[in-house]
């Protein structure tokens, strides 16, 4: 019960606080673009989400697991959390379908592609993007990833209509940071079930990309060794080239005449955010350190380029401001 607690207590201070563990994977990552197809054709066949194997579902999370013990305890509390997500899931999936209905996008509709931007070590926040004629439709959704496996946490009871991709990136991702509103408003509204609703197997198709990880090591390595940074770039990502030396001197020539420790990477936050054709995977990596008793920051910035991740810019070091707690 103590474990149990204990992996419930870290579990919320990283999914609210957003500390990363970089050492996720050494080969792969697996990217939440399976889920965002997978909740495309199970939209457009209207089936039911509780079928979904992708659905949320503590007694996934935590199988074996007697939730009576925990009654008197800190992770009632915790469990109360996935409890409320795992309510409101169909009830806000049901609001979808029909608003899908509205908009009569069925079999006359594809899907095209899922945008996701990791927001804490276990969280994306995601868009699928589906379309009919020449109208484009968001489906907007987030994912937790737990151990080897994702769940959808949530998704928008609504579909999005934009003219392009294009001002689908500009103008309504920008608002992710207020997702959930409705869904919260409406959790003990009474409301009538999806009448079609149908079970519908929809296999996820999970879409890997090479983990960051080991690039992480030969950045840290270099700057720590105050080492070049050739081996580290791409010359056709990197078009502003003497901008990047120059940061890169920066940052060398700082290491070098300060005397600093625990320089390492503790955040990485990863996403597919691109208005081009092609795949595009990028990874802002955060690093910290200390110096004179103080503490820096600055992030470096990667592509994907051919299956390897790519040196793209530096942002120059910031002293880290100082956390005041006023009551």
Not at 77 to 93: T, V
């Amino acid at each position: 019960m103590k474990k149990f607690i204990l992996l419930l207590s870290v579990f919320l201070y990283t999914f609210a606080y957003g500390e990363v563990n970089v050492k996720v994977d050494s080969t792969i990552v697996v990217t939440p673009e399976g889920i965002g197809q997978h909740l495309s054709v199970l939209l457009i066949n209207r089936g039911d989400i509780k079928e979904s194997q992708a659905a949320i579902n503590i007694n996934k999370l935590f199988p074996n697991e007697d939730f009576s013990k925990f009654e008197d305890s800190p992770a009632n509390f915790i469990l109360s959390i996935f409890k409320g997500y795992e309510a409101l899931l169909p009830q806000s999936w049901n609001r979808l379908l029909k608003s899908a209905d509205n908009l009569n996008l069925e079999n006359n509709a594809n899907y095209v592609k899922t945008f996701f931007s990791k927001v804490s070590q276990d969280k994306y926040k995601c868009v699928a993007v589906l379309k009919n004629s020449n109208k484009f439709y968001g489906l907007t959704f987030e994912v937790l990833t737990w151990e080897k496996d994702s769940y959808v946490l949530y998704v928008s009871d609504k579909l999005d209509e934009f003219n392009s991709i294009d001002k689908l990136l500009k103008d309504y991702l920008e608002k992710w940071s207020d997702i959930g509103g409705d869904e919260q408003a409406n959790a003990n509204s009474e409301e009538n079930e999806y009448m079609y609703n149908k079970n519908v197997d929809v296999k996820i198709k999970n879409k890997t990309v090479p983990s960051f990880n080991s690039f992480v090591d030969k950045l840290t390595h270099s700057i720590k060794g105050m080492q070049s940074y050739n081996e580290l770039i791409s010359e056709q990502k990197n078009t502003n080239r003497k901008e990047f030396e120059k940061s890169w001197r920066d940052l060398i020539s700082y290491i070098e005449k300060n005397n600093y420790s625990d320089l390492k990477c503790h955040d990485t936050l990863m996403n597919n955010l691109s208005y081009e054709d092609t795949d595009v995977y990028n990874v802002a990596l955060s690093y910290r350190f200390s110096s004179k008793n103080k503490t820096y920051t600055f992030s470096c910035f990667a592509t994907l380029v051919d299956e390897n991740w790519c040196l793209l810019d530096i942002s120059p070091i910031e002293e880290e401001p100082k956390i005041e707690f006023r009551f």
